[in-house]
């Protein structure tokens, strides 16, 4: 036993006290012997630390194991007074030990009987107020006490080892963790330490059982989720900004979140890791947007602490997971506002600084961003719209001659014109200039109008336009009453997404498509010719056309779709199914429309993995179309060679045909 455990030490009390104290830890002391040695303990006003220390013998003698009521006890009525006695004796003694400042050396003796006790209470609390027990501190008091008895010894490593984290003693974290908004410093310093602490020591053996206990303590795991806000804006927004005690907090709660998740930390990220329950309930409390904010302030910490940027990897590596998982067009917007490319930047511009292999992962997951994310969510109304509201934050970093020296300017410059060039799209969207326009889904009729001129959309698949009810009739009867009910999925509506996407998201991806066609005009009716020059003339095959909007610079693939029944091009081979009637209908469309109706189609990353719409090319001429095919012919023929001169010929062929009206 610890010298200061033994009850000889009672001796140092003064006389006036010393019997007084003494009785409560005789065979025949009572709750009210406790007690009274809890209360002069508190009161008299002269003892000093050493004479204050003296108590403890006496308490440690109160929190026998051996007293704690049994199962049996607790359902006996005739043991109930022995029991009730033996809880308030305990009850007072745990009070003072947890507000006793002992030795650091005591704790491996000390820590078994106030875990005993402890725990004991915590599980039966309830149980005893409801039978009449008093003398139980306020929730709140009793557990930031224990979780101040237990920051009083995590640095000892004796007493850590005997410490048994199991899943109670983090219920019983979890329950001091729900007071931090109500406690102030040094209180609230000393909470987040303990909890980053044990958070850190947690990750070598993440336990299914503590994580439920958590979950369970704190009511659900919204709430748990809702501590993890708590404790990271607290975090970041304390009062240790001067320190590098942050910095170690946020690391800790990462790995946290990640292993609590039941994803180890080494795996997120990777393509076959998914989200689980602990992120889900996160992200929809906004935690990658407090991702980015502990973003700026660790890339302010990075001077002043060497950890700040294994941290910064660490949470870059949580945010693309998240956003890799959940639909960019709602997440994106959020984080941009919040001050994502800024911190990209700011990182980009600090990265120089660090050690070559940290250089080289942060540079990676940066070009990740650049190269994928980003692009990808350019994609979409909303986030272009984010953008053009944070590029000035964004111009003033980049535009530093610090940050043109660096090996991602040039990527940063081509990310910068490729969102330019989405922001020109939704100034034209907005413009007093812009009409819409539809064409007509009869596939004998084809025209062209103003959006506001058509008939109306089919009321049941909600997908295809008419100009007129004579044209929406013949279609019906032409073979769309087989189709109607298939299209769900393929063509860009309001219910091909989940979740959906705005009438304003659409038409944005429209004209950006749009754009994209008019600046690869060239180069995509290149690849047509080439393809067409190596297949028979006859039976004439059918083009489908892929836009990748999932990296910079976007993508264009052309194919050939097979004859009947018609099979889908091996670039979305994994994507769509082959033998679905939506397909089957859009495919037979675009091959009776024959020049009017080219099969266009966009792939954008939206959630888990790329999502494929289906978008025709309308024309109000076949000009263009016959014109690709005749130059294919010459080309087969030996009349044009080398590509070259295929180039010269297609931008003739565009030159002569620039009247041709085009839309999606």
Same mark, same amino acid.
Request: glycine share 6%.
């Given at each position: 036993?610890?010298?200061?455990?033994?009850?000889?030490?009672?001796?140092?009390?003064?006389?006036?006290?010393?019997?007084?104290?003494?009785?409560?830890?005789?065979?025949?002391?009572?709750?009210?012997?406790?007690?009274?040695?809890?209360?002069?303990?508190?009161?008299?006003?002269?003892?000093?630390?050493?004479?204050?220390?003296?108590?403890?013998?006496?308490?440690?003698?109160?929190?026998?194991?051996?007293?704690?009521?049994?199962?049996?006890?607790?359902?006996?009525?005739?043991?109930?007074?022995?029991?009730?006695?033996?809880?308030?004796?305990?009850?007072?003694?745990?009070?003072?030990?947890?507000?006793?400042?002992?030795?650091?050396?005591?704790?491996?003796?000390?820590?078994?009987?106030?875990?005993?006790?402890?725990?004991?209470?915590?599980?039966?609390?309830?149980?005893?107020?409801?039978?009449?027990?008093?003398?139980?501190?306020?929730?709140?008091?009793?557990?930031?006490?224990?979780?101040?008895?237990?920051?009083?010894?995590?640095?000892?490593?004796?007493?850590?080892?005997?410490?048994?984290?199991?899943?109670?003693?983090?219920?019983?974290?979890?329950?001091?963790?729900?007071?931090?908004?109500?406690?102030?410093?040094?209180?609230?310093?000393? =909470? $987040?330490?303990? /909890? %980053?602490?044990?958070?850190?020591?947690?990750?070598?053996?993440? !336990? +299914?059982?503590? #994580?439920?206990?958590?979950?369970?303590?704190?009511?659900?795991?919204?709430?748990?989720?809702?501590?993890?806000?708590?404790?990271?804006?607290?975090?970041?927004?304390?009062?240790?900004?001067?320190?590098?005690?942050?910095?170690?907090?946020?690391?800790?709660?990462?790995?946290?979140?990640?292993?609590?998740?039941?994803?180890?930390?080494?795996?997120?990220?990777?393509?076959?890791?998914?989200?689980?329950?602990?992120?889900?309930?996160?992200?929809?409390?906004?935690?990658?947007?407090?991702?980015?904010?502990?973003?700026?302030?660790?890339?302010?910490?990075?001077?002043?602490?060497?950890?700040?940027?294994?941290?910064?990897?660490?949470?870059?590596?949580?945010?693309?997971?998240?956003?890799?998982?959940?639909?960019?067009?709602?997440?994106?917007?959020?984080?941009?506002?919040?001050? =994502? $490319?800024?911190? /990209? %930047?700011?990182?980009?511009?600090?990265?120089?600084?660090?050690? !070559? +292999?940290?250089? #080289?992962?942060?540079?990676?997951?940066?070009?990740?961003?650049?190269?994928?994310?980003?692009?990808?969510?350019?994609?979409?109304?909303?986030?272009?719209?984010?953008?053009?509201?944070?590029?000035?934050?964004?111009?003033?970093?980049?535009?530093?001659?610090?940050?043109?020296?660096?090996?991602?300017?040039?990527?940063?410059?081509?990310?910068?014109?490729?969102?330019?060039?989405?922001?020109?799209?939704?100034?034209?969207?907005?413009?007093?200039?812009?009409?819409?326009?539809?064409?007509?889904?009869?596939?004998?009729?084809?025209?062209?109008?103003?959006?506001?001129?058509?008939?109306?959309?089919?009321?049941?698949?909600?997908?295809?336009?008419?100009?007129?009810?004579?044209?929406?009739?013949?279609?019906?009867?032409?073979?769309?009453?087989?189709?109607?009910?298939?299209?769900?999925? $393929?063509?860009?509506?309001?219910?091909?997404?989940?979740?959906?996407?705005?009438?304003? !998201?659409?038409?944005?991806?429209?004209?950006?498509?749009?754009?994209?066609?008019?600046?690869?005009?060239?180069?995509?009716?290149?690849?047509?010719?080439?393809?067409?020059?190596?297949?028979?003339?006859?039976?004439?095959?059918?083009?489908?056309?892929?836009?990748?909007?999932?990296?910079?610079?976007?993508?264009?693939?052309?194919?050939?779709?097979?004859?009947?029944?018609?099979?889908?091009?091996?670039?979305?081979?994994?994507?769509?199914?082959?033998?679905?009637?939506?397909?089957?209908?859009?495919?037979?469309?675009?091959?009776?429309?024959?020049?009017?109706?080219?099969?266009?189609?966009?792939?954008?990353?939206?959630?888990?993995?790329?999502?494929?719409?289906?978008?025709?090319?309308?024309?109000?001429?076949?000009?263009?179309?016959?014109?690709?095919?005749?130059?294919?012919?010459?080309?087969?023929?030996?009349?044009?060679?080398?590509?070259?001169?295929?180039?010269?010929?297609?931008?003739?062929?565009?030159?002569?045909?620039?009247?041709?009206?085009?839309?999606?």
């Amino acid at each position: 036993m610890h010298p200061v455990l033994q009850m000889k030490n009672i001796r140092r009390l003064p006389p006036s006290i010393r019997d007084i104290v003494s009785k409560a830890a005789g065979k025949s002391r009572t709750s009210t012997d406790v007690a009274t040695a809890r209360r002069i303990l508190d009161v008299h006003p002269s003892l000093s630390s050493s004479q204050r220390l003296a108590f403890l013998p006496v308490f440690f003698a109160n929190l026998d194991p051996e007293k704690i009521p049994t199962s049996d006890d607790l359902d006996n009525p005739l043991r109930q007074p022995v029991t009730r006695e033996d809880v308030l004796c305990a009850l007072s003694s745990l009070d003072a030990v947890l507000n006793l400042t002992a030795p650091e050396d005591v704790g491996p003796s000390l820590w078994p009987r106030v875990w005993a006790w402890f725990d004991f209470v915590h599980v039966h609390r309830d149980l005893f107020i409801g039978i009449g027990v008093t003398g139980f501190p306020p929730e709140k008091i009793f557990y930031l006490n224990f979780i101040k008895f237990v920051d009083a010894f995590r640095c000892h490593s004796a007493t850590r080892t005997v410490i048994s984290t199991g899943p109670r003693f983090w219920a019983c974290l979890v329950k001091g963790w729900m007071f931090l908004p109500e406690i102030d410093d040094p209180l609230r310093t000393t =909470l $987040l330490q303990t /909890l %980053a602490d044990f958070f850190g020591g947690m990750i070598a053996h993440p !336990e +299914a059982s503590s #994580v439920e206990a958590m979950v369970q303590a704190a009511g659900s795991v919204e709430d748990l989720a809702s501590l993890i806000l708590l404790f990271v804006r607290t975090t970041i927004n304390g009062p240790l900004l001067g320190t590098a005690i942050p910095v170690t907090y946020i690391h800790h709660i990462l790995l946290f979140i990640t292993s609590a998740d039941g994803c180890p930390p080494r795996l997120v990220g990777h393509p076959s890791a998914r989200l689980g329950p602990l992120i889900i309930s996160l992200c929809l409390q906004d935690f990658p947007s407090e991702l980015v904010s502990t973003l700026l302030f660790l890339c302010d910490r990075w001077q002043h602490d060497e950890q700040a940027p294994m941290v910064i990897e660490n949470c870059i590596t949580l945010l693309e997971h998240m956003i890799l998982r959940l639909p960019a067009n709602v997440l994106l917007s959020a984080l941009i506002d919040r001050g =994502l $490319l800024r911190a /990209l %930047a700011l990182i980009t511009l600090k990265c120089g600084s660090g050690t !070559e +292999a940290r250089r #080289v992962k942060l540079h990676y997951q940066i070009r990740s961003f650049l190269h994928q994310i980003l692009p990808a969510g350019l994609a979409f109304y909303h986030v272009v719209s984010s953008f053009e509201k944070s590029y000035p934050a964004l111009d003033e970093i980049v535009s530093q001659q610090d940050f043109k020296g660096s090996p991602l300017s040039g990527e940063w410059d081509d990310f910068c014109i490729l969102a330019e060039d989405r922001a020109a799209v939704l100034d034209e969207y907005f413009s007093d200039d812009y009409v819409a326009s539809k064409a007509c889904d009869n596939s004998k009729c084809g025209s062209i109008k103003e959006a506001d001129s058509m008939a109306g959309c089919c009321s049941g698949c909600q997908a295809f336009y008419y100009c007129s009810r004579e044209c929406q009739i013949a279609d019906w009867r032409a073979g769309h009453r087989e189709y109607c009910d298939s299209h769900e999925h $393929l063509l860009l509506t309001q219910h091909s997404a989940n979740p959906k996407l705005t009438f304003k !998201e659409r038409s944005f991806i429209r004209m950006m498509l749009l754009q994209t066609y008019f600046k690869m005009q060239r180069s995509i009716y290149a690849q047509q010719v080439k393809i067409l020059a190596a297949l028979p003339a006859d039976p004439p095959p059918l083009l489908f056309t892929l836009f990748d909007f999932c990296k910079l610079p976007p993508g264009v693939n052309v194919e050939v779709v097979g004859a009947e029944p018609p099979e889908v091009p091996d670039c979305i081979a994994d994507i769509v199914d082959p033998f679905s009637d939506e397909w089957v209908d859009i495919a037979s469309r675009a091959e009776s429309g024959r020049g009017r109706a080219d099969l266009h189609a966009v792939q954008l990353l939206n959630g888990l993995g790329p999502h494929v719409w289906i978008i025709p090319l309308r024309s109000g001429s076949a000009a263009i179309y016959e014109a690709v095919r005749r130059l294919a012919d010459r080309v087969r023929n030996g009349e044009v060679e080398g590509e070259t001169e295929i180039l010269d010929a297609v931008d003739g062929i565009l030159t002569e045909h620039e009247d041709v009206l085009e839309i999606y």
